[in-house]
Nanobody, 124 residues
Framework: QVQLVESGGGSVQAGGSLRLSCAASGRTFSANAMGWFRQAPGKEREFVASISWVSGTTSHAAYVRGRFTISRDTAKNTLYLQMNSLKPEDTAVYYC?????????????????WGQGTQVTVSS
C-alpha cells in the first residue's frame, strides 16, 4: 500500500503564492507517474498537472499553465506544486495521486492511490 500525505495548503490573497508538497511512502514506492487534481465545492474533481516520475516530463492544464509548476524530488519521494499568481477560482481541495501508468496521465481514473487533500483558499 502506498500512502500519500499532502501539506502546504492555506489561505492567501489573489496574486499570492503557495507551494504544495506530497510525501509518498509505503511498500517500496514505485509509481510511474504522479499528479495533482483539485475539487471545488459543487464541482467535479479536475486535473491540474502530472509528471513522469522517471523522466520528469510534465503536463499542466491550460487554466494553470504559466502559473503552476509541478516537480518532484525522487530522492525524497516527494511531489510538489508551486502555485503563483493565484486567483479566487483556484480555491479548492487539492489532491495528489500516484499512478502505475507510464507517461503523464491526465484523468483521475488512471491513478491508483490518492492523498487526503489539502485546502487552498484564495480571497479577492
Amino acid at each position: 500500500q502506498v500512502q500519500l500525505v499532502e501539506s502546504g495548503g492555506g489561505s492567501v490573497q489573489a496574486g499570492g503564492s503557495l507551494r504544495l508538497s506530497c510525501a509518498a511512502s509505503g511498500r517500496t514506492f514505485s509509481a510511474n507517474a504522479m499528479g495533482w487534481f483539485r475539487q471545488a465545492p459543487g464541482k467535479e474533481r479536475e486535473f491540474v498537472a502530472s509528471i513522469s516520475w522517471v523522466s520528469g516530463t510534465t503536463s499542466h492544464a491550460a487554466y494553470v499553465r504559466g502559473r503552476f509548476t509541478i516537480s518532484r524530488d525522487t530522492a525524497k519521494n516527494t511531489l510538489y506544486l508551486q502555485m503563483n499568481s493565484l486567483k479566487p477560482e483556484d480555491t479548492a481541495v487539492y489532491y495528489c495521486a500516484a499512478s502505475q501508468r507510464r507517461g503523464v496521465p491526465l484523468i483521475s481514473t488512471s491513478y491508483d492511490y490518492w492523498g487526503q487533500g489539502t485546502q487552498v483558499t484564495v480571497s479577492s
